[in-house]
């Protein structure tokens, strides 16, 4: 069923102007994602951030994780590239975080949801649990030289854009899409070949061939040797 529902997800984005996604050597549960900043009024406009998605075997049940895969300083983003952002966290209440289920991930969660909650928080940094202490001081007490390196490494990000790619016209993506609150087994009795996102019947007869997966061999520790070693 996680293939199938993850199918659906990946032809919806693939028509997003602010994302830019492919599948990693043609495995659905690993997608190459570019998040492409829109907004004109985002400190991060005109970034194009690679980033990897690692969808678990039991997705939607469970998040999927992601990693920036070149340095992004922000108070929010760990120096390896993972975020610290309650969507991304198991579902269920969290006394020690102090995280809400509602917060957290649950299984009416999209890809969407989690990409755009991402864009929201770079702009809309959570320095009382930051992942980088130095960025968060520097956030809150000298905006100024946040905002420059934070430009530097948007204009670095653009060497990322595939040969050919047009930056789209400007878009403000900041609206996160609501989900139905469902009971925790909600697909329990659920039809397997049910199309629970409301894809065609056609969704059956989807071949993998026509998700071009991205040309990279190198694994993940390879492109961040890569990037250290720029």
Not at 23 to 28: A, E, G, R, V, Y
Not at 40 to 63: I, L, Q, W
Request: aromatic share 10%; with cysteine.
């Amino acid at each position: 069923m996680a293939e199938r529902i993850l199918m659906n997800e990946f032809r919806t984005l693939s028509r997003e102007k602010w994302v830019n996604i492919e599948l990693h050597k043609d495995d659905i549960f690993r997608w190459d994602v570019a998040l492409i900043v829109l907004n004109e009024d985002s400190v991060y406009y005109g970034g194009y951030f690679k980033a990897r998605m690692t969808f678990p075997k039991n997705y939607p049940y469970a998040p999927p994780e992601f990693r920036f895969l070149q340095p992004l300083y922000h108070p929010n983003i760990y120096a390896d590239g993972r975020l610290c952002i309650s969507i991304l966290h198991p579902p269920g209440e969290d006394e020690m975080s102090g995280e809400s289920a509602a917060e957290r991930w649950s299984p009416a969660q999209r890809v969407e949801s989690v990409l755009i909650s991402i864009l929201s928080l770079l702009d809309d940094a959570e320095c009382s649990s930051p992942a980088n202490v130095d960025a968060a001081v520097m956030f809150r007490t000298n905006p100024t030289q946040y905002r420059s390196i934070v430009k530097a490494q948007v204009e670095a990000s653009k060497e990322n854009m595939p040969p050919g790619f047009v930056m789209p016209v400007n878009e403000t993506v900041t609206t996160i899409p609501e989900v139905e609150k469902e009971e925790p087994d909600f697909w329990a009795d659920s039809d397997v070949d049910s199309d629970v996102f409301g894809g065609s019947d056609s969704d059956e007869d989807l071949d993998m061939d026509q998700f071009s997966g991205s040309e990279e061999d190198e694994d993940d520790d390879d492109e961040m040797q890569q990037m250290d070693e720029d």
